[in-house]
């Protein structure tokens, strides 16, 4: 149940696009299709961006969107605004109904 | 609206024991799993345990496996954590949160979340 790795921190302009890595494992994404990503504001709970790797939930922004390949799953944000600014986390489903997270990523919005 | 309100963190001593609730509303709470999700100070989301719809089904991250015990109770819409053997490691603000379940089908993200309850284990 290794963490999965994620860079510590992106950094962009408003209205550029960034893209967050997480990289796993041939245990957790790179044999299962379940990759979520998080978004975490401080004091708020986290709120669900992406599942199943590359699906959008109702009500999150088309700014989010999520790929996957190989070990190696991405989360892209379009259109940088201040309001993203938050820590991002991926997490993996890894087997035998375990999960593993990766270790955030602090988006900075300059 | 869905809600979930953790409570029962407190300060607690190693070696002591903790009983964490996680307190559902706004969506029926049999067609969902539960985990609990932890964050330690300064660290990441640490997922924790998991039950089933109706706990015949639980699993735990080897970090708490046999101190921890995951529990439900569908009638009362709520979901506890019994924390034993405490470490200083434990020290976190403990989330609760949902994945749907349709039929023998999980769904494996978790969709809501609370806001968490904090557990820090000090002398």
């Known amino acids: 149940q290794s963490a999965l790795t994620q860079p510590a921190s992106v950094s962009g302009s408003p209205g550029q696009s960034i893209t967050i890595s997480c990289t796993g494992t041939s245990s957790d994404v790179g044999v299962y299709n379940h990759v979520s990503w998080y978004q975490s504001h401080p004091g708020n709970a986290p709120k669900l961006l992406i599942y199943e790797a590359t699906n959008r939930p109702s009500g999150v922004s088309d700014r989010f969107s999520g790929s996957k390949s190989g070990n190696t799953a991405s989360l892209t944000i379009s259109g940088l605004q201040a309001e993203d600014e938050a820590h991002y986390y991926c997490c993996s489903y890894a087997g035998r109904t375990t999960w593993v997270f990766g270790g955030g990523t602090k988006v900075t919005v300059l | 609206e869905v809600q979930l309100v953790e409570s029962g963190g407190s300060v607690v001593r190693p070696g002591g024991s903790l009983r964490l609730s996680c307190v559902a509303s706004g969506f029926i709470f049999d067609d969902y799993g539960m985990t609990w999700v932890r964050q330690a100070p300064g660290k990441g989301l640490e997922w924790v345990s998991t039950?089933?719809?109706?706990?015949?089904?639980?699993s735990y991250a080897d970090s708490v496996k046999g101190r921890f015990t995951i529990s439900r109770d569908n009638a009362k819409k709520s979901l506890y954590l019994q924390m034993n053997s405490l470490r200083a490691e434990d020290t976190a603000l403990y989330h609760c949160?949902?994945?749907?379940?349709?039929?023998?089908?999980?769904?494996?993200?978790?969709?809501?979340w609370g806001q968490g309850t904090l557990v820090t284990v000090s002398s």
């Open positions: 949160a949902t994945f749907r379940i349709v039929g023998p089908t999980w769904r494996y993200y978790f969709d809501n």
């Open positions: 039950i089933n719809w109706n706990g015949g089904s639980t």
